[in-house]
């Protein structure tokens, strides 16, 4: 099945800094969506795109749609401590033109932020 | 709060014995997905509902089945429980059926004793 490499698995950074992650695979992906993740909550959706090329903010967030169509990073600007929490790349691969609803995620990157 | 409620949010049982999780949609999504969440597996689709009609099957167990009924909620059933099927399961919804943000909801923590 479609795979997406999430990277990196972890990160440990500083309060104000800037945090940069990644997803990519090798196969095509028409939409891609980028979810954080709580202890005890499900993913909550921070960002979606539908363009190759496309850039889209929410606040500090903002992330991009690889103009191959195989890969997107989400960047986080100026870290606080409620950014904690695992952050999921997720994408509908394209099978036709009618992937439906198989949302295929990336492992996770693990963000840990100290003030 | 994405909208998303499920029930029951924790669930203890046997092996071998039968649950049913149940999802309520946010008001007006049309299409409901479920999903297994596992440490060793991460979150993987299980299968996808539209309007009371399966739509996309990923993973699922022969031994687990889903429904939408008509009022849109829809239900997850896991049989023959093994060790195993101990995970996070979680239900998603869209307003439609291709290419949609899905929203979360907060999951049914299901352990196998």
């Known amino acids: 099945g479609q795979q997406l490499n999430q990277s990196p698995q972890s990160m440990f950074i500083q309060e104000g800094e800037d945090v940069s992650m990644n997803c990519t695979s090798s196969s095509i992906f028409n939409t891609w969506l980028w979810y954080k993740q709580e202890p005890g909550e499900g993913p909550v959706l921070l960002i979606a795109?539908?363009?190759?090329?496309e850039l889209t903010s929410n606040g500090r967030l903002t992330a991009q749609f690889g103009i191959t169509r195989k890969d997107s990073f989400l960047n986080i600007s100026a870290s606080i401590p409620s950014d904690v929490g695992i952050y999921f790349c997720?994408?509908?691969?394209?099978?036709?033109?009618?992937?439906?609803?198989?949302?295929?995620f990336g492992q996770g990157t693990i963000l840990t932020v100290h003030p | 709060d994405s909208g998303v409620t499920q029930t029951p949010k924790h669930l203890i049982t046997a092996t071998g014995q039968r649950v049913t999780l149940r999802c309520s949609p946010r008001?007006?999504?049309?299409?409901v997905y479920w999903y297994q969440q596992s440490l060793d597996q991460g979150l993987q689709f299980l299968i996808q509902?539209?309007?009371?009609?399966?739509?996309a099957k990923g993973n699922i167990l022969e031994r687990f089945s889903a429904q939408q009924f008509p009022d849109l909620h829809s239900e997850l059933n896991l049989s023959s429980l093994e060790l195993g099927d101990s995970a996070l399961y979680f239900c998603?919804?869209?307003?439609?059926?291709?290419?949609?943000?899905?929203?979360f909801g907060d999951g049914t923590r299901l352990s196998i004793l």
């Open positions: 997720a994408g509908y691969p394209n099978a036709g033109g009618t992937s439906y609803g198989k949302l295929t």
């Open positions: 509902y539209y309007n009371g009609e399966e739509r």
């Open positions: 795109l539908y363009k190759a090329g």
């Open positions: 008001s007006g999504d049309l299409s």
């Open positions: 998603a919804s869209s307003p439609g059926q291709l290419n949609q943000p899905q929203h």
